[in-house]
């Protein structure tokens, strides 16, 4: 039997403050949760953003994962947040496509595993579509190229809140990110690992609403989504 596909609605916030994107993804995350234990129609939204410059740290993180003091956060006019997602510590800002999922998993009938095996996926997948190869890393969450050799280096992060099968938090894809403000930070953790962005493999930067229309159609077909924009 072919399964419906769940309805998800995309919002572009554009370039937004980290803490304002953040209290809002909390906000709609409460309001899923509340009408999934009230038994109500859920509504699973995708958000796209671009943050100014900001480090987070997840629940696992090191804070000496951050290698620079609070004096040279605000010369670099960058902020610190320690955030309520999986995972260690990662940099966002501007160029870099970030994407906030608060869906309900029960509506598209996957598990955690494999919601987090499918936004690779979609990224993956996409990546594809400009003749990169991209692929998962054991152990190592996110979209890695080159993965099992001295070259390994990360282009998209992922780091989730998940509560009653309920998500919030996503992923971050370097598109044109500057990568010094990498420097900074023990990326995710690993020492013994780079980074990289689609406009350094390309060699030219890239059309950021290009690649969201690419993640688009390859979220619509693997998480079966009916995406209607607001």
Known sequence: MKIAPTKVYVKDLGLIDYKKAWDFQKKMFDELLEAKSNLKTSKN??????HQHVYTLGKSGKRTNLLISDEKLARIEAKFYKVDRGGDITYHGPGQIVGYLI?????????IKDFVFNIEEVIIRTLSTYTITATRLDKATGVWLDAYTPKARKIAAIGMRIHNH????GFALNVNTSLDYFNNIVACGLSNKG????????GTPQNLQEVKKRLLENFSEIFTLNLERE
């Not at 309920?166 to 938090?169: A, K, L, N, P």
């Not at 980074?195 to 390309?202: C, P």
């Open 45 to 50: 939204q995708l958000l796209f953003c671009e």
């Open 103 to 111: 869906f309900d998993l029960d509506d598209i009938a996957t598990s």
């Open 166 to 169: 309920v998500t919030m938090h």
């Open 195 to 202: 980074v990289t962005t689609l406009e350094k493999e390309m």
